[in-house]
């Protein structure tokens, strides 16, 4: 992923609006598959990447150059979709009380799809770097600053995580063929 001129982060953090367009133009689709890949709902991943660039506006200020400029909105945005979790799953609370039941929908078969189920059953901790470092090109090492974790371990959640998507593909793959 490549990261801005210096000059527009720099005239956004001093409040030019032009700037910061250009900025939300630029990572608006990154940000929002990053919302939907850990959240795994569009409506979800609207609203999150709504909400991630109205705190990268407010806190623009404070950014300082240490990270790399799509390392900083990346955490701001895996810390709106994990709001947006708990929020949910108050939400889910709710509705089990009040008898609501929380529906599932089924897709089509297509490889896409099916890539998409097997990535959405990871669990957080394997989805989150693979889905960083194989769908942004992010770096381990900023992956392992956002996540705040060693190296070692994102490379090892990493390879977990491309080792159960190839199972959970390989495994459809041959109910697939058993079937036909």
Not at 64 to 71: A, D, H, V
Not at 132 to 141: A, W
Not at 155 to 164: D, G, I, N, Y
Request: charged share 30%; net charge neutral.
């Amino acid at each position: 992923m490549q990261e801005p001129e210096p000059q527009i982060v720099a005239a956004a953090r001093s409040g030019d609006l032009a700037a910061f367009e250009d900025l939300v133009r630029r990572y608006q689709a990154d940000v929002w598959r990053l919302s939907f890949h850990l959240l795994r709902n569009e409506s979800e991943a609207d609203d999150v990447t709504q909400e991630a660039f109205v705190r990268a506006f407010r806190f623009l200020r404070r950014y300082r150059g240490e990270s790399k400029f799509t390392t900083w909105l990346f955490t701001i945005t895996r810390n709106c979709a994990f709001d947006e979790v708990r929020k949910a799953g108050r939400r889910r609370k709710l509705a089990e009380r009040a008898g609501g039941e929380v529906r599932l929908i089924s897709g089509d078969h297509s490889l896409r799809i099916e890539v998409r189920e097997a990535l959405a059953d990871l669990p957080l901790e394997l989805r989150e770097p693979v889905v960083l470092i194989d769908m942004f090109g992010t770096s381990y090492r900023e992956v392992a600053t956002m996540l705040r974790l060693p190296v070692g371990t994102v490379k090892s959640r990493v390879h977990r995580a491309r080792a159960t998507l190839a199972g959970a593909l390989l495994a459809h793959e041959e109910q697939e063929s058993n079937e036909s």
